[in-house]
Every structure is written in structure tokens, then in C-alpha cells.
């Protein structure tokens, strides 16, 4: 039985103003407290084994934040040792880390070898300083480059993030990123748009009226044209958000998309097991005490879990299929034939079809780029 892992590191050296992720400023942390937390992590991934009543068998284990390596990548290697004393690794199993251009140093790139890492995946974000600035990143465009050049040299399957739609953006920005990140020719990449999550910093500035709001017309034309100018390259457009050189695609993100069930692990990391989603409490220190006393339940660190509806099952394995490429199996759908899959979607998605939004081969449906640019509206006819 394969299953993903993902451990949540949520330690930054600063907050991104766009971030509502569960992290923490690492002055915060005494060295006693990173300690407690390696082992609070060892402690729930021994205790989420003992839960299961067949061997399990990772085919992905992704090691994301915050910012992992700023705990010093001893504790990573302690980390995966953990990893490896509990669960069997699948034959060419693929372990990612996070990175942010500040952590890229020769020490650091030399522990996340050792501590089995064959999968780098860095924030880049920008290469112009002052989109940087906008985001609230710490590093600037230089650092990023020189990021880059370090983890060339040293590894492959190298993943780069950049966002596009932030406020006040001008397009040509948008095409130097993306131009610069194709000259570093990465294994994948990542175009995400900038989204204004409440209660973050950017949210403020925009409410406030030091920041204009995010202009959606802009986003669109900027990733009609990352799509134009990446369709007639070697890389593949496999999810809404992901592009990828032939093989190199995310086997971790995949599991996500193609609803596999997968471990979170640490304080604020999500997981989907057996029909339940929960989340840990994203405070780390309370995590810590949990796993420190006696551990009750399959999910001792959740402050939500939720057992999915069958029409909820029903609705996210579709929604999350047609984010890729490959589309949607209409015979992969729990508790629902293709006959009444057709019977409640099939006029609006004929509909759609011929907008030339959807395309449809046999059993498997499909969003064409025009649909992936309005999947958002496509989506909502499958919610429960």
C-alpha cells in the first residue's frame, strides 16, 4: 500500500507578507525547542505506524515549511532517519525539501545530501527586487541566481517557484521572471498567482490603501502568455499550477491531485487517510507537549478532522483530477458510475465542451489551457 508523507517544518527567518501558512519566526525557538520538535516528529510518525494494520510503503516523502533547513540540517538527517526506521521506501522514492535562496549555502547543500534529499524545491518567487520587496521576501534577485547556480552544480530535479498577479505588477516583469527562470533551465516549474489570504500583511496593506488590490484580468493575460510561451518548450503543463520536463513531474503533488491517501506530519501539516482529513494544530509548541504525553487516538495532534461524505469524496476526486492534464477517469470515482456521472453534469459540461472548454476521450474527461484559465467557475458545478 504507497502512501505519501509530508512533514511540516514551520520555521521561517521572516513572514512573506502573501504567507498565511502556519510559521514562525526562528528567533522564537531556543535550541531546546527545535530539539523537542525533531522529536515530537519522530514520535508521531512512530505512533501514526502503530495505527496501521497493514506494512505501509512511502512513495513520497516531502519535507516543506517555512523554511526547513534554518533547523540546521543535522535535524533533518535526524529527521529522515526517522522516516527510514519507520516506514519501508518504495524503490526510487522521492524525497523533497523546501529552500529558500538564503539557506542555499555549501554546508547546507552538503547535509540535505547526506540527509538523503533527491528533490530540491526553491522559492525563487522573483528575479526583480522590487516584486521581492512587494512579497515581503527576505532574500533579493542576486541571491536567488546565485541559489540556483549552488544547486545546479550539486544536484538534479530541481523545482523553482514564481509568482505572477502581484499588485501594482507590470507585465514585462512577469515575462524577464519567467524568461530567466527558462535560462536556468529547472526540471519543473511552478507559476502560481498571487492570492490575498485574510489576516495576512498583504491583506492590511490592500484594506488600508497602501497596496492596490490584485487585478484578475492581469493574472489571466500573464499566465495566457506563461502558457504560450511554455507550450512549444520540453515542458509539460501536467496540473493548473505545474509544468514539468518529461519524468520530472512532482510524484508527491500527483498523490494529491489523483487523491492518494498520504501522512501529515508536525505541527500545522494536513493529511487524508482512509476517507478522514485532519489538520495538526499549527502551534508548534503545543504539538510538541502533545506528542510529549500519552498519545490518544489515530490523530493525537489534530485540532480538526473530518470523515468525507461520500458526495464529498465524490466531488474533491473529481475537481483535483481535472487540475491535471490526464484529466478525470470517469470509472475512479467513489460511489458514483459514469451513467450518473453523465446524469448530473453531463449538459452543462456538453456545454462546455463545445466552448471548447472540456475535452472528453471515452471513460476521461478533460480540461483543455482555455478551461485550466477557468477552472474556478468549472469547479463549482461539482461541489456537494
Given at each position: 500500500?504507497g502512501?505519501?508523507l509530508?512533514?511540516?517544518?514551520p520555521?521561517?527567518r521572516?513572514k512573506c507578507?502573501?504567507?498565511?501558512f502556519a510559521?514562525?519566526?526562528?528567533?522564537?525557538f531556543?535550541e531546546r525547542?527545535?530539539?523537542?520538535?525533531v522529536l515530537?516528529?519522530?514520535?508521531?510518525l512512530?505512533?501514526?505506524?502503530?495505527?496501521?494494520?497493514?506494512p505501509?510503503e512511502?512513495t513520497?516523502v516531502?519535507?516543506?515549511?517555512?523554511?526547513?533547513?534554518?533547523?540546521?540540517?543535522?535535524?533533518?538527517v535526524?529527521?529522515?532517519e526517522?522516516v527510514?526506521?519507520?516506514?519501508?521506501?518504495?524503490?526510487?522514492c522521492?524525497?523533497?525539501?523546501?529552500?529558500?535562496?538564503?539557506?542555499?549555502?555549501?554546508?547546507?547543500?552538503?547535509?540535505l545530501a547526506?540527509?538523503?534529499f533527491?528533490?530540491?524545491?526553491?522559492?525563487?518567487?522573483?528575479?526583480d527586487d522590487y516584486?521581492l520587496m512587494?512579497?515581503?521576501?527576505?532574500h533579493?534577485a542576486q541571491e536567488a541566481r546565485?541559489?540556483i547556480?549552488?544547486?545546479?552544480e550539486?544536484f538534479?530535479?530541481?523545482?523553482?517557484d514564481l509568482?505572477y498577479g502581484?499588485?501594482?505588477?507590470?507585465?514585462?516583469?512577469w515575462?524577464?521572471?519567467?524568461?530567466?527562470a527558462?535560462?536556468f533551465?529547472?526540471?519543473h516549474?511552478?507559476?502560481?498567482?498571487l492570492?490575498?489570504?485574510e489576516?495576512?500583511p498583504?491583506a492590511?496593506?490592500?484594506?488600508r490603501g497602501f497596496c492596490?488590490p490584485?487585478d484578475?484580468g492581469?493574472?489571466a493575460d500573464?499566465?495566457d502568455?506563461a502558457?504560450d510561451?511554455l507550450?512549444?518548450?520540453d515542458y509539460r503543463?501536467y496540473?493548473?499550477s505545474?509544468w514539468?520536463?518529461?519524468?520530472?513531474?512532482?510524484?508527491?503533488n500527483?498523490?494529491?491531485w489523483?487523491?492518494?491517501?498520504?501522512?501529515?506530519?508536525g505541527a500545522g501539516?494536513s493529511?487524508f487517510?482512509?476517507?478522514?482529513?485532519y489538520?495538526?494544530?499549527s502551534?508548534?509548541w503545543?504539538?510538541t507537549q502533545?506528542m510529549?504525553?500519552?498519545l490518544?487516538?489515530?490523530f493525537?495532534?489534530?485540532?480538526?478532522v473530518e470523515?468525507?461524505t461520500?458526495?464529498?469524496?465524490?466531488a474533491?476526486r473529481i475537481i483535483l483530477?481535472?487540475r491535471t492534464?490526464?484529466g478525470?477517469?470517469?470509472?475512479d470515482?467513489?460511489g458514483?458510475?459514469?451513467?450518473e456521472?453523465?446524469r448530473?453534469y453531463?449538459e452543462?459540461?456538453?456545454?462546455?465542451?463545445?466552448?471548447?472548454?472540456v475535452?472528453r476521450r471515452?471513460q476521461?474527461i478533460g480540461?483543455?489551457?482555455?478551461g485550466m484559465?477557468?477552472?474556478?467557475?468549472i469547479?463549482?458545478m461539482f461541489?456537494p
Open positions: 500500500m502512501r505519501g509530508y512533514i511540516h517544518i520555521i521561517c521572516s507578507y502573501y504567507c498565511d510559521s514562525y519566526p526562528l528567533n522564537r531556543t525547542d527545535l530539539d523537542l520538535y515530537a516528529i519522530e514520535y508521531e512512530k505512533h501514526l505506524l502503530s495505527q496501521e494494520t497493514r505501509v512511502l513520497s516531502y519535507v516543506g515549511g517555512g523554511t526547513p533547513p534554518l533547523i540546521d540540517t543535522s535535524r533533518l535526524l529527521i529522515m526517522a527510514h526506521k519507520y516506514f519501508d521506501l518504495a524503490t526510487g522521492e524525497l523533497t525539501v523546501e529552500l529558500n535562496p538564503l539557506t542555499c549555502t555549501p554546508e547546507t547543500l552538503r547535509g547526506k540527509a538523503g533527491n528533490r530540491f524545491s526553491l522559492g525563487v518567487q522573483s528575479f516584486t512587494k512579497l515581503g521576501r527576505a533579493s546565485a541559489a547556480g549552488l544547486l545546479k550539486n538534479d530535479n530541481i523545482s523553482f509568482i502581484v499588485p501594482d505588477d507590470d507585465p514585462a516583469r515575462k524577464r521572471d519567467l524568461e530567466t527558462l535560462e533551465d529547472p526540471d516549474l511552478s507559476l502560481y498567482s492570492q490575498v489570504e489576516d495576512t498583504l492590511q496593506l490592500i484594506k492596490d490584485v484578475e492581469l493574472q500573464q499566465w502568455w502558457c510561451r507550450y512549444p518548450t503543463h496540473e493548473i505545474n514539468a520536463k518529461p519524468g520530472k513531474e512532482s510524484r508527491h500527483l498523490g494529491y489523483l487523491y492518494d491517501p498520504y501522512y501529515g506530519v501539516a493529511g487517510l482512509d476517507g478522514q482529513r489538520r495538526n494544530t502551534d508548534p503545543e504539538y502533545i510529549r504525553s500519552s490518544k487516538g489515530r493525537p495532534a489534530a485540532e480538526f470523515r468525507l461520500p458526495e464529498q469524496m465524490a474533491e483530477a481535472l492534464a490526464d478525470l477517469n470517469l470509472e470515482i467513489p458514483m458510475s459514469s451513467a456521472f453523465w448530473r453531463g452543462k459540461l456538453t456545454y462546455y465542451r463545445e466552448m471548447g472548454l475535452w471515452r476521461r480540461l483543455t489551457e482555455a484559465a477557468l477552472s474556478n467557475r469547479f463549482l461541489m
